[in-house]
């Protein structure tokens, strides 16, 4: 993917722009000189995100809900690259609405990869997820790692979005880097295990709820490094299809991250484990990714999982606390 020039600003659009990690990239996308259509339904996206880039004229902000491919089609014209990142958030919702994956991640993908077709763009970065890995008894777990096997509905339609990109990748001559994230966290976030205990402990300040035996043990990436690699890789790869783990090199465990929440906040909460090595139907409990192949083209990221969680739980906690907005903060 080339940079744009100056002159003539290339555009890029965003699906779910307005979301934790979809208004870092946009700003990250201005930074570099592209012009950015955002489209964003606002289910879990919020418009202060995108405050920074408010009265920012190369920067467009559609209400349009991916699901409905007709409304949608029209916002293609004029694109040179499309980064599809909504979704919805929340792995465990998969279990009590088994459509709600299946249409806001498998249909929307088809959606926005039949919106391009017509528009005739052809070039897509795709926000998967390491859960298409499923269990995988190889760590660190490799992009060639094989059978996927997902065990949540969610990484079941990430897995489904990278076959049909792929697909149209080789039935219409697009190209297409599909990012399988770690836990992505920083300013902005709505969901996740951190987000989650901060707000437990409001709740119930004396008892911390741990969903598992506290044992689940995965990589942390912060936000602006996730959007940076993504960016990157697109500049240094050019495959058809360019597959690309995105994660810090280390893990970190759940009863480590409710320890720090605790310490961080000055929280005398008891911790209580549910117990098993699960924290909910679907949980992968242990994620640890190689991402040899994102050094190999030259992109480390900068922080370790325990750096990114600390950072994560202070930047969280006073977004929780003030009225200002996250992307402000971001800056
Ligand atoms: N945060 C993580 O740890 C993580 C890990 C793996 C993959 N991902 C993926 O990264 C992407 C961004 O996640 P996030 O953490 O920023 O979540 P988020 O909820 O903050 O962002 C999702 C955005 O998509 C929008 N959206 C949802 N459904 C839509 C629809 N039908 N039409 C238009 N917009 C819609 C939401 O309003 C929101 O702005 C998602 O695809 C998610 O599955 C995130």
């Known amino acids: 993917m080339t940079a744009p020039t100056r002159e003539a600003p290339r555009r890029a659009l965003v699906t779910g722009g307005a ?10 996308l201005r930074e570099r000189g592209w012009a950015v259509r955002v489209l964003d339904n606002f289910s879990s996206g919020r418009v202060e995100n995108l405050a920074p880039v408010r009265e920012d004229p190369q920067v467009e902000v559609l209400r349009a809900d991916v699901t409905d491919l007709a409304k949608i089609a029209p916002h293609f014209q004029g694109v040179d690259t499309v980064w599809h990142l909504s979704a919805n958030p929340d792995v465990r919702r998969g279990a009590v609405e088994t459509d709600l994956d299946v249409q806001q991640g498998t249909v929307a993908t088809r959606n926005v990869l039949e919106a391009m077709r017509r528009a005739n763009v052809s070039t897509i970065a795709f926000s998967s997820s390491s859960v298409v890995y499923g269990h995988p008894k190889v760590f660190p777990t490799r992009e060639d790692y094989g059978p996927l096997l997902p065990e949540s509905l ?5 897995l489904g979005s990278e076959g049909l990109i792929s697909a149209f990748c080789h039935s219409f001559g697009f190209r297409s880097w599909i990012f399988r994230f770690a836990n992505v966290v920083g300013p902005g976030a709505n969901h996740g295990v951190i987000y989650d205990f901060l707000k437990k402990i409001e709740k119930t300040p004396d008892r911390l709820e741990v969903l598992g035996d506290g044992k689940q043990s995965k990589g942390y990436l912060w936000v602006e490094d996730c959007v940076q690699a993504m ?12 597959v690309f783990n995105l994660a810090p090199e280390d893990t970190i465990s759940v009863a480590e991250i409710a320890q720090k929440v605790l310490t961080l906040t000055g929280s005398k909460a008891r911790i209580e484990y549910t117990g098993g090595p699960r924290g909910w139907p679907g949980d992968v409990p242990v994620q640890r990714l190689s991402i040899e192949r994102l050094k190999a083209i030259g992109y480390r990221p900068r922080y370790r999982s325990a750096e990114v969680v600390e950072k994560a739980i202070r930047t969280l906690q006073a977004e929780l606390r003030g009225p200002t907005s996250a992307a402000t903060r971001a800056r």
């Open 19 to 28: 979301g934790g990690i979809g208004a870092h990239l946009v700003f990250a």
């Open 154 to 158: 969610y990484g079941a339609s990430k």
């Open 231 to 242: 960016i990157y890789a697109t500049e240094h790869s050019n495959d058809a299809v360019n």
